[in-house]
């Protein structure tokens, strides 16, 4: 029929717009990017140095990317067991009831709490405790950062896979429960089986946020442009030093930074692409 | 017999549940935190000047506080910025965030389909300060020639983008295909079965995808910084630099005078974040 | 679902009529169209430039925006045109100079300090010689009860606590004056480090912005570091007295400050005041600038923005704007750099033609 036509046309363009933006901001970013490059070479993105010094400049990116690395995957998995509790919690344990709907609203306000005020929290608040319980550096660090990246990803994860599990038909788990399955069996063989793509689907969004977030990470890291040696060794996130070095920078540097946040969007699809990979050989 | 089994799967299970409990408290153990913090230090500055003015400078509140009294002034522009451009970046995302996510629906596991969705999902792990840039790039140095609530907008549409593609094509995906069967076979046009079927039975998952995306950027800094500027006045002309709350939050930061403010101004946006979700619970409620 | 259709497109066709008719907020009328300035640039003059804009605005009705986004970010806006004027601490080389667009001229606007702040509960007034303070930026001594300070400081008493040197994590025209006086009192330093806006710090923790330092030092016993001095004042920070190239100790203050100008300044107004020859001068004092296009008939720009911007600019040299400068810790401009500024304001011009008499 033709609205059936125009339907799909709409759609499609849709998600055109959406490759169109990306595909722009590789090509803006990239023609930002090409100096930097130029200059160095493809060992930027191996080399340690990062040396801002007029005269002296010279730039690489791995310290970066380690530190990118580390803090979003030691976030992911601080929150992954806090995210997926809590998402049972609101869909299958007390569903519907009054301390559910105050949960549920405490884990949306985590959300909406901004990462400025995250990064102000964490220095003024937790960083005292972390020093308190031995941590050195001042309590900034890998650590710390992981720590508020955790909780801030939290509500991404457990929102969505409150409602993914939620919609899990009903039919399907009376039908374990009459087979006389406990709770856990059917959480297990049933629900999360058939919302499994959609917890992930969570799970990769809570990772990319982690990824990319800036004005709390760069707070609390510790600003070392070093690799870090240690989990609560200071060091420096792409994102981080992006925010940091921005404002100043100009020419060669500001080609450099650019250039890691090229990496940035190529690393964080690399990544994207085996977690899915993973879970496709998981079904 | 069976009971040794029993016994053990309904120790495993039980086990789980207390465990599950205890991390449920954990998650909500921060927020608490935070939020004791923001109103034991933020709450005696809010009033009703609080959200009608607009900020004190420097000096002012270097004399308030050498007065002992409190910082006067308030943070009106960043409130009618940050609605400004919320909404604007929400006119943008929401129609191109949904419908991309019932193409993606629709089309599993074609091509372009797949391709859509692995580049939303990059997208979301762009960090914000970029995606400013890219504004930077797209529309304050060509379209606007200069910081603009306009630029401030884009980059947080695309911020806004990947969520709500995400989750309304995981919401609609959990609908049972028997609902939609069923409206096509009656010889239900394809955009009606959209919009009179799919939209409704799936709005809670979509409303909490959009929902998550606006609570994301009610609170973002690092992009406005390159794009909207700031102001320190009321400002609802798209093309000149405007104000946000968190924007505010940073430049009290960065005075040496101002620094109180920021847990003011950091309650006032979390205020807003509870408003939206309150509102949207309720929609969501009608509609069911 | 209808109905929020219909409610996101009106949003959306009236935000688009918005951007065509100009309409602004609440008080001014659509048709007197006042001229606004926008800025960028900047952090280390901020407190200083928010209240003086404000007052500015005040007194006139032309409304400021000021976007502290750094120096950098300030000459870029500046570079591409979308901004009034840029701010920067550091003034532009002869190099950079010579890739901008069009010629820029610099006119300073204020004097600020940098002070040396610590935190060492009962030991006030800590008097750090030049080769103290290369040992400690440098990481040679590491601990505060090291002889060498000790002797410098008869009669305080030093803890035996490590030093905790905390720097800037970005970059910032206060690293700038900092680095470049420690360039000129120490050969290890300018071979080592250099000066910049940012360095490869030879020890130390970074912390960002001003008030990310101050926060640190505040909050670690035993910390030391260099913050823009309305930032200790307002917190209460102690502050160390620095050798001057005469030799005395200084204690950074609006008199001690405004010595270290009063040598000679150059005509375009571009030199560093760090360490200079007056024996009252704070040694670690600098000028900020504003920086703008010497010819403004570019981009589309009309007269009248042009004529704002430099009547602006021209107050701003006044002694009007000048004396509020010390409320809140910075130090007026002396007469003759404000009147080299009035001066090169006065060669600014739209289409050839200068704009002020």
Redesign the interface.
Known sequence: ?N??K???A???F??L???L??G??IF??VE?AVPAFKEFGFKFIFSNNWNPTEGKENFGALPFIAGTLITSVTALLISL??????S??LSE?YRRTRMAKV?G??????????????G??GF??LRPVLIDLGLPNQGFGIFTASIILA?MI???A???SN??IS???NELKEGAYSLGA????V?THVIVPS?R??IV?GY??S???A?????AVTMLIGNANIIPNGLFSTGNT??SV??NQ?GEAEGLKLSSL?AI?LL??LI??II??IG?FIIKKMA | MQTGKLKI??L??NI??S??????V???L??????Y??VSKGIKQISFDFILKTPP???EA?TA?SNGELIPGGIANGI?GTLFMV??AS?IA???GV??G???Y??QGKP??N??R?????????????LG??AY??I??PVT???SA?AGSVSLS?MM???I???TE??L????QTIKEAALALGV???KV???VL??TGF??LL??I??SI??I?????PL??TA?????????????TSA??LL???F?????M?DL?WSS?LL??A???S??IISKRIVARTK | ?KNLVTI?LL??VI?AC??TS?????KKSAKAKKV?L?A?GA?FP??YY??V???Y?KKTGT???Y???GSG?GIRSLT????DFGATDAYLSDDKLAKMPAKVVHIPTVLGAVVIAYNLPGADGLKLSDLLLEKIFMGEITKWNDPLIQKNNEGITLPDLKITFVHRSDGSGTTFIFSDFMSKISTKWAEKVGRGKSLQWPVGMGAK???GV?GTIKQTKGAVGYI?S??A???KIQTAKVQNSSGNYIEPSIESVSAAAKGEIPNDTRIMLTNSADPAAYPISGFTWIILYKEQAY??RSKEQALVTVTFLDWLESSEAQS?AE??HYAPLPKAAAEKAKAILRTVTFNGKTLLK
């Open positions: 029929m609205t059936d125009i339907t799909k709409v759609l499609q849709s998600s717009i959406i490759l933006v990306a722009g901001m803006s970013l930002g067991p806090l995210s997926f509790s809590a049972l919690f344990y949960l609203m405490m884990v949306d306000l985590l959300a909406g709490i901004p990462s400025i005020v995250y102000l929290w003024y608040v909780i939290i509500p991404y457990t929102s969505l409602e993914i919609m899990v038909p406990t709770k856990l069996e959480i919302a793509s959609g689907a990769i969004l990772f990319g946020r990824h990319g977030e800036t004005m792409m994102a992006i925010a921005f650019i946040g940035l969007f964080t699809g994207n692409t899915k | 799967r309904t495993k299970n789980f549940k465990t599950v409990i205890v991390f449920s954990v998650t909500i921060p927020i608490l935190l935070i939020i913090e923001l400078d420097t000096f270097m506080l009618a909404i604007m006119v929401i129609p191109v419908i991309t019932i193409f993606l629709e089309n372009l389909a391709l859509t692995n580049v939303s999902d990059i997208l979301q792990g762009v960090p914000s300060i970029v840039l890219i790039i797209w304050v140095k020639h200069g910081f306009l695309i983008l990947p969520m593609v995400r989750s995981e919401t995906k959990m609908i049972p046009p394809y955009y959209i919009l009179r939209v409704p809670s998952g909490t995808g929902l998550l609570s994301r009610l609170g973002e800094t690092a910084m390159l500027l700031g102001s320190s006045a009321i400002n609802f002309n798209i093309a000149k630099p709350v968190p939050i940073w430049e930061y960065n005075d040496p005078n620094v920021i950091s946006l979390m807003m974040v509870l939206l979700n | 679902m996101i949003l959306f935000s918005n951007s100009n309409k602004k907020g609440d606004a926008t960028a952090t901020m407190p928010n209240m804009f404000k007052s605005t409304l400021l925006t976007g502290g986004i970010g591409d045109k979308i901004v912005g001003n008030p101050a823009g309305e930032y004042f307002a917190q981009d589309g509020q409320k809140v």
